[in-house]
């Protein structure tokens, strides 16, 4: 499904964090500069493994309040650009994080040791964006768009924490019904749902890829 696939080339990697500790700043007692200020931000938002509200921040680095926050993201978003710098401040999953830009993606090493993470596969990446587009979906309806059973890959998927299961639906038997988490919103660089590409709703169903390509399992509602 090419509405999440290309997702995949939109944002570059997230500074891990890795073998960091991201501890609470003392307060700036200057009074005068807000250098100090902004470089306790930089210094959060550079370690933070995970996007930051701006509440967040203003309690971390030690600032006055959300409004306080966001006049030094969006200081410190300047202050990068000015500089030319690979980093830039995202909104994504509803927080705020320090990524590189896209262009510099490709000349990053892929990630080592327990940061690192297998690809998905082009049958993964099918049945997640056909998640993404229809959520709230159970998985008879995956499978129907699909053409193959994907009872496996859904498994898959909420093991990666890419989906998870938001309530059972009304129909016979009450089948299990999928979405899509907070770490989607992070891997594919989203903001939120409503910054998902718009499916073409008249579009017909695509053929199965040649991963999975097995019949339906029988009549399990439950993945």
């Not at 090419?2 to 960091?20: D, F, M």
């Not at 690809?119 to 587009?133: D, F, K, M, N, R």
């Amino acid at each position: 499904m090419r509405h999440v696939r290309s997702l995949t080339r939109k944002r570059g990697l997230a500074n891990s964090g890795a073998g960091r500790r991201c501890v609470r700043l003392p307060a700036d007692t200057s009074g005068t500069s807000a250098a100090p200020r902004l470089r306790r931000v930089e210094a959060l938002l550079y370690l933070a493994r995970q996007p930051l509200n701006l509440r967040q921040i203003a309690t971390a680095a030690a600032l006055s309040g959300p409004a306080d926050a966001r006049d030094a993201v969006a200081a410190l978003r300047r202050s990068l650009a000015l500089r030319g710098s690979a980093l830039e401040i995202t909104d994504v999953a509803g927080g705020l994080q320090m990524l590189t830009k896209p262009q510099s993606a490709r000349w990053l090493p892929p990630p080592a040791g327990p940061a690192a993470e297998s690809p998905l596969t082009p049958a993964s990446l099918e049945t997640l964006s056909i998640v993404a587009a229809r959520q709230p979906v159970v998985r008879a309806e995956v499978e129907a768009i699909r053409g193959v059973g994907c009872g496996e890959l859904l498994r898959q998927l909420l093991d990666a924490d890419l989906l998870r299961i938001v309530g059972r639906s009304g129909e016979l038997g009450k089948p299990l019904m999928y979405g899509t988490t907070t770490r989607f919103l992070r891997v594919f660089g989203l903001r939120d749902l409503d910054d998902l590409p718009l499916p073409n709703q008249d579009a017909e169903p695509s053929q199965p890829t040649r991963q999975n390509a097995s019949p339906p399992a029988d009549a399990d509602t439950a993945a």
